[in-house]
């Protein structure tokens, strides 16, 4: 009781402006962690609930999802859904409404959002369907119909009406694209169309 009243003395000490910024700060934290323990808790129960419908198959529906995966200290990528499911066996994980990084050396090297996404915990490979959008370290954007991450060694794979946008340099497009594995090159291949633009141009469209 005594600790509350020093921290509220400490609290009622601070200017106006600090103590908002102070009450904003805690409020982004509880929401941040409320979420993550929320989907955690959803998560931990997937392989222990189940909903039989027809012929005996067995489905898994939850709200807020979090997949990580995190080797020797180091984090590879995190995928969020606001809704999903598992399949039968418990080893493909289908997510709506999909956000996340992939990683590189800890840090954020590409972020993603999706209508939809599937986590394949046998293969380790992510797809994303439905108007993916993702943008590399760089700035530079990616619309795709489709995007297959199968490992961090590995190129990531966009497929279908890909639209890659690099600042104001360049716009391409492509039937399928190929990001490096280190997320820093990208190629185009099939049907294709690359339109540069000079400094001068650039400033003429501003």
């Known amino acids: 009781m005594e600790n509350l009243k020093k921290i509220y003395g400490k609290f009622k000490s601070l200017d106006k402006k600090k103590r908002t910024y102070l009450i904003a700060v805690l409020g982004v934290v509880f929401v941040m962690a409320w979420a993550f323990i929320s989907a955690g808790v959803i998560t931990a129960n997937f392989n222990r609930a189940q909903i039989k419908g027809k012929q ?34 418990h080893s493909v994980a ?3 409404n999909v956000i996340g990084n992939f990683y590189k050396d800890n840090k954020v090297a590409m972020s993603f959002q999706s209508s939809k996404g599937t986590y394949d915990e046998k293969t380790g490979v992510i797809t994303l369907y439905d108007h993916t959008y993702i943008v590399l370290e760089d700035f ?25 946008k690099k600042n104001n340099e360049m716009i391409a497009t492509a039937e ?14 099939g049907k294709t169309t690359t339109k540069l633009y000079s400094d001068k141009e650039s400033d003429k469209e501003k």
């Not at 954007?141 to 966009?158: F, R, Y």
Request: glycine fraction near 10%; aromatic fraction near 10%; proline fraction near 1%.
């Open 56 to 89: 005996d198959e067995q489905k898994v529906d939850a709200r807020g999802i979090i997949i990580t995966e995190t080797k020797d200290g180091n984090k590879y990528f995190e995928i969020y859904g606001e809704t999903g499911n598992y399949s039968n066996d």
């Open 94 to 96: 289908t997510l709506n």
């Open 140 to 164: 530079t954007s990616l619309n795709t119909d489709k995007l297959i991450w199968s490992g961090s060694d590995k190129e990531t794979v966009a497929e279908g009406h890909v639209l890659i």
């Open 176 to 189: 399928k694209g190929f990001i490096s594995p280190g997320y820093e090159k990208f190629k185009i291949a």
